[in-house]
């Protein structure tokens, strides 16, 4: 009960980041690999699979490493003074989420899952990770409103020119 509970506090505090803060076309591959390395990551502890996890950790470093500073700066955009929190209170959504589809899906969750870990070994470099991501069906706890795209300069300049 006490889990449901941190659980349920832990959703509300990262939709109510997610609904103050609109997610930028430039913020999305961030959460998209977030979310592959956290279904990876619940797939190798389920399914005992922590070679083929390691393996990926080792191959995509350096793509890991920056989309997680881009998706630091999302939160710190969203909230200056709690965003490590409220990104770490989405991780852990992430991987609950994660869990919960695992025992959903119970004794074929490994079935269905392990063959990703081949998929992204199989790509040709890092740079298509982010694409690889984007494309998979993976559950996100958080919904935020996409940030309403800015005027073209020439529509800025137009209204300011009818300015009085």
Not at 62 to 82: V, Y
């Amino acid at each position: 009960m006490r889990m449901l509970v941190s659980g349920l506090l832990a959703i509300a505090l990262t939709s109510n980041i997610a609904a103050a803060q609109c997610v930028r076309p430039a913020d999305y591959p961030a959460f998209d690999v977030a979310a592959l390395k956290t279904k990876l990551m619940v797939t190798a502890l389920t399914c005992s699979a922590d070679e083929k996890y390691n393996a990926f950790i080792t191959r995509y470093r350096p793509e890991l490493t920056s989309q997680d500073k881009a998706l630091s700066s999302f939160f710190s955009r969203a909230n200056s003074r709690r965003g490590r929190q409220q990104q770490d209170d989405y991780v852990t959504q992430l991987a609950n989420s994660q869990s919960r589809s695992g025992l959903e899906q119970g004794s074929l969750f490994c079935r269905y899952n392990l063959s990703m870990f081949d998929e992204v070994m199989a790509l040709r470099s890092g740079a298509e990770l982010t694409d690889f991501a984007a494309g998979k069906s993976i559950l996100q706890p958080v919904v935020s409103p996409e940030c309403a795209a800015a005027p073209t300069p020439a529509a800025r300049s137009s209204r300011a020119r009818r300015r009085p």
